[in-house]
């Protein structure tokens, strides 16, 4: 097999092998009870750490302003970056001045480095890049969360809420407030990694539990579900047309590397969108080869989250037949108004 060869099929290992994971996570099958042991041991290390955390062994590091976690117990997206972007409008229309935090998977820089609207997302990551771009607000990116804290802090003293995205397991950043966001997955077949889904036992306790899926969320949590109308094609962004006004008759795929693909067909075609073919690619898809050369369509329709990255790479950018469509988080506002209660209780905030 030739590189170049070789180079289109790594994507499709990778998405294959994810996807022969996640149905097994889901239930428990020979899989799941083969790598059950790993597991329990998993388990029993994930414990410690938070005992160790607990007694004070391991330091926590205090910020002088609230922050606020959003993550996911179930390992991949689940949803957490539109929620961060509508926490963000939100804390602002209450008089909150928020920044953002996060790690920025496969970011390439180590230390705390701030996103600006130039950056590259293969130097920042996707996700960090794209609530940067959507909210305006303050965004730094490192592999210890404290550290970008406090580089948030001293270039932004105006911030006095910090948002940490995917920061659920980092607890060396103390916060004020979790979040635990889940899908319409829920919690799989209830055990931890690598025989199931979960980085922390499902019983782990947060201050909100939001559930991902139009079709609503268990008591005792709150709904969100991610809207789209609109989509705006990729190489000039001021061209937009309507879900609903797509050409009659032309073949219209769909293409997402976000943690769960199905999650972004099913939205569209809940818009009345219909698809002549899908293309689920591994999360954080870097683009490098072009997956839509293969793709017989007039319009390919991809996430917002790829746009960021096709947009930086000339063949994705260039080509006429990508649409992204942005997708803005519906969520019960109540929760916005319970979490400005929660801070209202920090001493700083």
Not at 288 to 310: N, Q, R
Request: proline share 7%; aromatic share 6%; charged share 20%.
């Amino acid at each position: 097999m030739n590189r170049a060869r070789f180079a289109m099929s790594r994507p499709r290992l990778r998405s294959f092998a994810e996807s022969v994971l996640l149905r097994a996570w889901q239930r428990r099958g020979a899989l799941a009870w083969l790598l059950l042991p790993l597991s329990l041991v998993y388990r029993a290390l994930v414990a410690a750490r938070r005992a160790l955390f607990a007694a004070g062994v391991l330091r926590q590091v205090q910020m002088p302003v609230p922050v606020v976690v959003v993550g996911n117990l179930f390992v991949g997206g689940t949803g957490k970056t539109p929620l961060v972007i509508w926490l963000v409008g939100q804390l602002r229309a209450r008089g909150f001045t928020p920044g953002v935090v996060a790690r920025g998977y496969r970011a390439s820089v180590g230390h705390a480095t701030e996103v600006g609207a130039a950056s590259s997302p293969l130097e920042v990551g996707d996700e960090p890049l794209l609530v940067a771009q959507k909210t305006g607000a303050p965004v730094v990116v490192g592999r210890q969360r404290a550290a970008a804290a406090r580089r948030l802090l001293a270039a932004h003293p105006e911030v006095d809420v910090i948002l940490a995205d995917d920061g659920l397991q980092h607890y060396a950043l103390a916060r004020q407030v979790e979040i635990a966001l889940s899908d319409a997955r829920g919690h799989g077949n209830g055990w931890l990694l690598p025989a199931g889904p979960l980085r922390e036992p499902a019983s782990r306790r947060c201050d909100f539990r939001v559930v991902n899926d139009p079709r609503g969320a268990p008591p005792g949590s709150y709904a969100m579900r991610l809207v789209g109308d609109h989509a705006e094609q990729v190489c000039d962004r001021t061209q937009r047309m309507p879900l609903s006004a797509l050409p009659p008759g032309a073949r219209i795929a769909a293409a997402a590397g976000i943690g769960h693909p199905q999650r972004f067909f099913d939205m569209l075609a809940a818009r009345g969108v219909r698809l002549s073919a899908t293309l689920a690619l591994p999360d954080h898809h870097d683009f490098s080869v072009d997956p839509f050369a293969a793709l017989e369509a007039d319009i390919i329709l991809i996430t917002d989250k790829d746009a960021v990255k096709c947009a930086r790479i000339a063949t994705p950018a260039g080509n006429p037949r990508l649409w992204t469509v942005p997708v803005t988080a519906v969520v019960d506002g109540a929760l916005a108004d319970n979490i400005v209660e929660k801070l209202r209780g920090h001493p700083t905030a």
